[in-house]
């Protein structure tokens, strides 16, 4: 997506969820100083993102357990590349695995995210306003280098991909690196907050704010896929319907590799 025409739909969120672009523009500074001199490179990421015909990439919904272990079963993560938003990264540790790329605003667990990155994980950690004390705090812990992103206009080595939260924010990442196959998975954004979105229990408030979010997160996927290219499908293990996604199981999954 064009960044201008990104610039004006991060304009708009700000306003329905009453954000400060002047803090996500310092966020984005502080994340770009941070990271100066040691900042992965885009064609890392884009290498990486194109070893495989697929890239399947998963959310922190209420689904990805049952969604894991299905591709596990039927895919394979020697078999595609493999994308976690954020807390899906902890679903994938909990059974020994490791995403090849994360996306996160590093609210996923300092454990599991130190762990993913030491373990070879590629990291791409994204700035706004809310999280420059856990960006003063991880970005240190981490043992190779990170790409950074922010939802303002660039700063530095960072990156504006678009997208808003991690798991829309990957999906658009893939597609401006030129991604042709991918495929969702515990992507659920009209149900519940899954166990993995936070690494502690959310009050009332912040579970309403974290759906209205996740709705964004739906609106700017469908918006995408108006105008993408790639073909997109969803294998989440939900009823809800992402438009411009073709809904498909796990077998369907592997007949795409396949063919």
């Known amino acids: 997506m064009e960044l201008s025409k990104w610039l004006k739909i991060y304009g708009e969120i700000c306003r329905e969820l009453e954000l400060v672009p002047e803090k996500d523009r310092q966020a984005a500074e502080l994340l770009s100083d941070m990271i100066a001199g040691k900042c992965l490179r885009r064609d890392v990421l884009s290498r990486a993102l194109s070893s495989s015909p697929v890239v399947v990439v998963f959310g922190a919904g209420p689904s990805l357990q049952q969604d894991l272990a299905q591709f596990s079963k039927h895919v394979?993560?020697?078999?595609?590349?493999?994308?976690?938003?954020?807390?899906?990264s902890k679903a994938f540790t909990e059974i020994g695995l490791t995403?090849?790329?994360?996306f996160t605003d590093l609210d996923g667990g300092d454990e599991t995210l130190t762990q993913v990155n030491r373990n070879?994980?590629?990291?791409?950690?994204h700035a706004h306003g809310d999280n420059m004390d856990r960006l003063r705090r991880?970005?240190?812990m981490?043992?190779?280098p990170v790409l950074g992103t922010t939802q303002t206009e660039p700063v530095g080595c960072l990156e504006n991909f678009g997208g808003f939260t991690d798991g829309d924010r990957a999906v658009y990442a893939c597609l401006e690196l030129g991604v042709e196959r991918i495929v969702l998975a515990g992507m659920d954004f009209t149900g519940e907050v899954g166990p993995y979105s936070k690494p502690y229990p959310l009050n009332q408030a912040e579970i309403v704010r974290k759906k209205r979010k996740l709705l964004?997160?739906?609106?700017?996927l469908e918006l995408l896929a108006r105008e993408a290219s790639a073909e997109l499908y969803d294998a989440s293990a939900s009823y809800s319907r992402i438009e411009g996604?073709?809904?498909l199981d796990?077998?369907?999954?592997?007949?795409i590799i396949q063919r």
Not at 120 to 125: K, M, T, Y
Not at 216 to 220: F, S
Not at 250 to 255: L, S
């Open 120 to 125: 070879g994980a590629l990291l791409v950690v």
């Open 245 to 247: 996604f073709r809904k």
């Open 138 to 140: 991880l970005v240190p």
């Open 250 to 255: 796990w077998e369907g999954v592997r007949r």
């Open 142 to 144: 981490f043992k190779n």
């Open 76 to 88: 394979g993560v020697e078999n595609v590349v493999t994308v976690a938003a954020d807390g899906a």
């Open 99 to 102: 995403p090849h790329v994360v």
């Open 216 to 220: 964004i997160g739906k609106r700017l």
